[in-house]
């Protein structure tokens, strides 16, 4: 097969990129999982942190307005919007591409003479004069040191959503301070006894900036111009102005009765296996399963 375009990746920046290079009269073919992070990394229970307005996949004919989508099917526009909701509409945007999609993962990346070849899993390899690469953020979780040292039967990152909604009557000690750690809690401790470890006390708040609306719109309309800044000036605005945030709607989680929480860091914790193989911490507390909702950190590793 042959494309002049390959993308790695059918997320939204792979089906962005796939429908505007295809708009311009390249053939493009897309290898990937469309949208996996929402059918298959995402807590069913979940409600989107954006609006629909921020979470509708981009085009430049605004072909997959997700308020339109809404509309046209009687569904109120809450400012979060159930993941069901939001899958059913994925599915309608995958169904409607306009370029080759290919579902599977991509297994080798070859350069050959005026481009390259693309190895997959799922049929004969696709040659391409340019290759794109999107492949979102689901192969570089990050688990803190003292964490990655426990038995990894124990272990659940909170990108495996699937492994934490089939958790049941343990002890499980959750770590994290992010919409993840507040999400992970909320599906977990009605069916589980839930310890939540944060760093600080968590910030409820709907943006991903600590400013309101029209000050981060200010923000993002010149943020190029903060990396000008001298770099101790610059350190102190990310300190001051960017934290990890959680919708005010968790807060209630956190509030819960049914969640012991613990002002302590992953380190702090002293966690180690005991004799009975479950995982206890300095207080003696001891768990069956340790989420960790630790966050990415993406890398160039391998390019």
Do not use: C
């Not at 949208?35 to 509708?56: G, I, K, N, Q």
């Amino acid at each position: 097969m042959t494309a002049d375009v390959v993308i790695i990746g059918a997320g939204p920046y792979g089906f962005a990129a796939a429908t505007e290079i295809h708009r311009r009269g390249f053939k493009v073919t897309a290898i990937g999982r469309p949208f996996e992070t929402w059918h298959e990394h995402t807590l069913d229970r979940m409600l989107l942190r954006s609006d629909a307005r921020a979470s509708t996949i981009w085009s430049a004919d605004d072909r997959w307005n997700l308020p339109g989508y809404l509309a046209e099917r009687g569904i109120t526009q809450n400012r979060e919007l159930p993941v069901d909701t939001f899958r059913a509409y994925l599915r309608a945007v995958t169904d409607a591409a306009p370029f080759q999609l290919h579902e599977g993962l991509v297994e080798r990346l070859d350069a050959v003479d005026g481009g390259f070849r693309v190895t997959w899993d799922g049929g004969e390899p696709v040659t391409a004069r340019a290759v794109v690469v999107a492949t979102g953020m689901g192969g570089h979780q990050v688990l803190p040191e003292v964490i990655a040292a426990l038995p990894p039967e124990r272990v659940v990152h909170s990108w495996d959503t699937q492994a934490i909604q089939k958790l049941t009557d343990q002890s499980v000690l959750v770590i994290g301070g992010g919409q993840s750690a507040a999400g992970s809690v909320e599906d977990l401790m009605g069916r589980n006894r839930v310890t939540w470890a944060l760093r600080e006390a968590p910030l409820f708040f709907r943006e991903p900036l600590r400013a309101p609306t029209p000050i981060f719109k200010a923000m993002l309309a010149t943020s190029r111009l903060l990396f000008q800044l001298p770099p101790p000036i610059l350190r102190a605005v990310s300190r001051a102005t960017f934290r990890t945030t959680i919708t005010p709607r968790l807060k209630a989680v956190y509030e819960d009765d049914r969640v012991e929480t613990l002002i302590r860091d992953a380190e702090g914790l002293g966690l180690s296996l005991a004799d009975d193989g479950s995982i206890t911490d300095t207080d003696g507390r001891r768990y069956n399963t340790v989420v960790s909702a630790t966050g990415f950190r993406h890398t160039v590793a391998g390019f």
